[in-house]
């Protein structure tokens, strides 16, 4: 049975489209809102940003690049976890425990840097700013500090770049160029 490969240039443009919508939902947050607001914009965007990437692996049946995307999100979250456990860093004001590194942040920067190593910068650029601004939430809301963030990024980019190759859809080409006196056929393979 083969696999039915959407064009990727408008899967391309729906994953753009669906990154632009939001960034347009997060630009939209009133800045001055209550520090709920902010932490549901974030908690959102965990959830959404690695939908949104393993959803776009699968529309366009890039099976390789879902499974690239698994395995960075099953190792991000088992280091994680087993930072939050170990070091059991305490929240800014009294807020609990586990803060070392931000759950959320390295959640969306994987996703981000999946999305950037994967399908490149045109992908990665609202990726990273959508990852930032989660990270920004989880300052606002103090859940986390500034360290616990950039560890959580860290880790996140980390953990992707373990697992992931940019995509390459097309592996054969075949090209035809003509001088005006004959025709040159030529067929690359790229492996």
Same mark, same amino acid.
């Given at each position: 049975?083969?696999? +039915? ?12 489209? $669906? ?12 800045? #001055?809102?209550?520090? +709920? ?16 990437? $393993? ?35 305490? +929240? ?22 999946? !999305? ?25 809301? #103090?859940? #986390?500090?500034?360290?616990?963030? $950039? ?10 770049? !373990? ?20 025709? $040159? ?7």
């Amino acid at each position: 049975m083969g696999t +039915r490969f959407i064009g990727a240039t408008g899967i391309k443009k729906n994953i753009s489209a $669906l990154g632009l919508f939001l960034l347009l939902i997060g630009s939209f947050w009133d800045t #001055h809102a209550q520090d +709920r607001t902010l932490q549901s914009a974030g908690d959102v965007l965990l959830v959404s940003l690695p939908v949104a990437s $393993l959803t776009g692996t699968l529309l366009i049946g890039d099976r390789e690049g879902s499974w690239q995307f698994v395995k960075g999100f099953v190792v991000n979250q088992a280091v994680t976890l087993g930072m939050k456990y170990a070091i059991n860093k305490p +929240r800014p004001y009294d807020n609990g425990y586990r803060a070392f590194p931000s759950g959320h942040t390295s959640t969306t920067f994987q996703s981000a840097a999946f !999305l950037q190593k994967r399908y490149g910068w045109k992908f990665g650029v609202p990726g990273y700013v959508l990852a930032t601004f989660t990270g920004y939430t989880r300052i606002k809301a #103090h859940k #986390h500090d500034g360290w616990d963030v $950039l560890a959580g990024a860290l880790v996140g980019i980390g953990s992707s770049y !373990l697992f992931t190759s940019p995509y390459r859809e097309d592996h054969m080409e075949l090209t035809f160029s003509s001088d005006g006196q004959g025709l $040159l056929v030529g067929f690359n393979y790229t492996f």
